[in-house]
């Protein structure tokens, strides 16, 4: 079954303020669409529920990078590709530049943005566990004003999320300092290129005389939305990596996981591959000098 373009109305504001007063008049009626690289997959499979979509790709006010001495700040409107191919990002986030590369081709990339691979809220999103490991804060834009979040509380279930029916994702925020963090990221999919992941698990560390002084592990496709392994983490905080350690690392992530079956993988199978893939990155912390 094929999507009918005369049962869907497509509006194209151009301009931030005139999204945000559509959005006003009728909330919850307009659903927003940027790149399209998942709503126009859903359209030409005939299972495309929204009838009214406001177009905010290329709006200019969502698209841009700023610094600050202490933040990152990413439009919302911001692409993969213009992602890959910033210079700041892959200095200081590359984990978020290495998730970059994995959206689908070249391509989904020039199109696809940070903002809609958020909001989708699809369990396996690529930018989402660097993003949690990073203390991401996320952006929300209204004609009542703005107001931020942490990006861990941003999900609250399977494809839903914290913004109210009248507000856009306007930015992410990001803190810069990490420098000194090891930093771990992996996706295990059907294939290198072009996949879903079945698995993905991010992660960042501090590390002082052999210790784990800070620690951030997060996941997709570990739960029915990308998250934070909280118990995981206090498990190893403060601790080196032993095989004592990592043992009990292991068995905190096996239980508060809480996959999915899919037609990609089974919640058994993506429970063993997230310890292991955790343990990869203990390992790693052994092999490698620490940061002074």
Known sequence: MRGNAAEHELVAPGSLPAVLDLLASAP???????GGTELMVAFAAGRLSANKLVSIWNVEELRFNDTTPNTLIIGA???FGDMRSNALIAAEFPLLSK???????IANQTR???GGNLVNGSPAADSSPALLVYDAEVEFISVRGKRRMPYSEFHTGYKQNAMTADELLYAIHLPRRFNKHRQYLRKVGTRKAMAISKVALGATALMNDGMIDEIRVAAASLAPFPVR???TEAVVAGNSPI?????????????ESQPIDDIRSNAQYRKVVGANLLEEFFHSLSREPEAR
């Open 99 to 105: 998730a970059a590369s994995w959206i689908g081709s």
């Open 229 to 231: 392994l909280t118990l």
């Open 112 to 114: 696809a943005t940070l």
């Open 243 to 255: 095989p004592e350690m990592i043992e009990a690392a292991r068995h905190a992530l096996l239980t």
């Open 77 to 79: 409107g911001t692409t």
């Open 28 to 34: 919850g009626q307009w659903m927003p669409i940027a």
